[in-house]
């Protein structure tokens, strides 16, 4: 048998490289969006079910929790195998979407299921909840996919028993406050979102955790100013995942302007949402440039950081003005 040389063996390597690059590409194509009135339409079809209050929400969350699972390269957060193992984009991608999903779920379990806080709560939400609660990392005994796949089944049993007539212990109320309340959490991480990716370039700040309650108190006492700027390795990381936010909250907010028409007619609100959806949409365009820039405010190069940041924050704006508009009589 002939003994591989090192001329031989380089050649090997570099396929291989060049087979995991290809794989690589291919498992970390970006989303683009879908039309989730159809999604509702056609789920509602497939089922032979009636649509009502909640079943475009549900099924939007199971649409948006089951591309995370079944997209093509499958769930790579916790890959410890290539190409999974050194890819972080996508990764960061899913972790944004995990995140929303995660928060909406909490919503439907607490909110938007139970009429009241003395009522009980929606058996099937309350696992699909847990399940989605695991590590993302977790890749055995029990893995992170065959919780969120669980936690999917959770859902759908929920929005059967939702449709139909013979069962009324599944419920979603559309009401103006169960809606705000869960707006109130959206303001909280689109704020955040917004601080990630301004933090590019590096911003000093006061520190304002205190501001406007004089006999307010924090357990260790802080600078008066703060530095906050990423690390240069993962300007990236913090872009993609801000991108996966938006584009789960996007969606969601495409179905609650389905299930929620009602209270938004009533509010005459309807537009400002319309507005909230465009800014959102904005941030899934196309990233053009083979890497993400990290420019300096108004210097020689872009910084899609600062680009999104914008986006994200007239988003989050809008979203604070909706919620007040729900809040008055």
Known sequence: MATLTKKSIIP????????????????GWMPSTFDVKAKTQEAATASNSEIVPGYA?????????????????????????????????????????LEQVRDLALVM???????QSQSTGDKDLEIAQNKMNISHTNWALPSAESEYKDAIKAFKRYRAR?????????????????????LREIEKRLGSISQNLSASVGNDIFDTN???DTSAKQSTASADEIEIKTNWFKIDDVFYQSRGSTWAILHFLKAVEIDFQDVLEKKNAQVSLKQIIRDLEATQQAVWSPMVLNGNGFGFLANHSLVMANYVSRANAALIDLRRLLEQG
């Open 210 to 212: 205190l501001a406007g």
């Open 162 to 182: 939702l449709s139909s007539t013979d069962q009324t212990e599944a419920q979603f109320y559309t009401r103006a406050d169960n809606l705000s309340d869960w």
């Open 109 to 115: 379990r607490l909110d938007f299921s139970r009429s």
């Open 12 to 27: 090997i390597l570099l396929i291989i490289v060049f087979l995991l690059w290809i794989m690589s590409i291919w498992s």
């Open 57 to 97: 929400t549900t099924t939007t969350l199971i649409d948006v929790t089951s591309w995370l699972v079944d997209k093509r390269g499958g769930f790579l957060s916790n890959d410890v195998t290539p190409p999974g193992f050194f890819m972080d984009n996508m990764p960061a991608f899913e972790y944004g979407v």
